[in-house]
């Protein structure tokens, strides 16, 4: 109990120092990186854990290495790439083996029925692509590789597009906590960074609906699929 006492805490106060010094100090300085590993596995793999925090969770990461509280940016870059991939994959094929079952489900007390759907949309509109724009909008990256087993996406395809997605969100979220998170203004309002984070994260997804309202207008929007 007292391991989730702390692992609460941690998730609620990410950007203070002593959250992260406790935690580390209950579990040791390599066990943290399971910890950690297995909060962005779970995010990104399991559809039962969307509410786990994952950009802000990586920049407070990226923050904390910069001041050496405990954690190595060369150790924790490639976990993190690594935690989110294979989350993604399990995703994937637990979507491709019980996904269609749970589609057919409407009294399902496990899966929110409404974010599998809004995945299911954003597929059809955006098609393959979704794998790598999902990575950046909280809730949707977790149910968008879920979806992409239901609609038996090409695997080889999809794969593809998992380590692009996981490089480039790891990568832009640890690298800005890394430079940023330890500058006081970032520290003091660390709140309204996290606020700013999930603001700039759906960005992509923002462009993406204008150009996909734009392409209606002119009459020439394709209805994209999850290509086999």
């Known amino acids: 109990m007292e391991f989730f006492r702390r692992l609460i805490a941690l998730l609620t106060h990410l950007g203070e120092d002593a959250s992260w010094r406790s935690m580390i100090d209950y579990v040791g300085p390599h066990t943290i990186y399971a910890v950690l590993f297995a909060i962005i596995f779970c995010e990104t793999g399991l559809v039962v854990t969307p509410f786990l925090p994952g950009d802000s969770l990586i920049f407070a990461i990226g923050a904390v290495a910069a001041r050496d509280i405990g954690l190595s940016i060369t ?105 940023l998170g330890g500058l006081p203004f970032f520290k003091k309002h660390f709140e309204l960074v996290i606020l700013a984070i999930v603001f700039v994260s759906l960005i992509p997804m923002a462009v993406e609906v204008m150009r996909a309202r734009s392409a209606i207008k002119r009459g020439a929007f394709p209805v994209a699929t999850t290509e086999k």
């Open 75 to 179: 150790v924790v870059a490639p976990l993190l790439v690594c935690a989110a991939l294979l989350g993604d994959n399990v995703n994937y094929w637990l979507g491709r083996r019980l996904g269609p079952a749970v589609f057919k489900r409407e009294d399902s007390k496990l899966l929110n029925k409404k974010h599998l759907m809004r995945a299911h949309e954003f597929y059809e509109t955006y098609g393959s692509k979704t794998v790598i724009l999902a990575r950046f909008v909280p809730i949707v990256r977790t149910f968008a590789p879920f979806v992409a087993g239901i609609g038996r996406m090409n695997y080889a395809r999809f794969l593809i597009f998992s380590i692009v997605g996981a490089i480039l969100w790891v990568g832009i979220c640890l690298t800005g906590g890394y430079f």
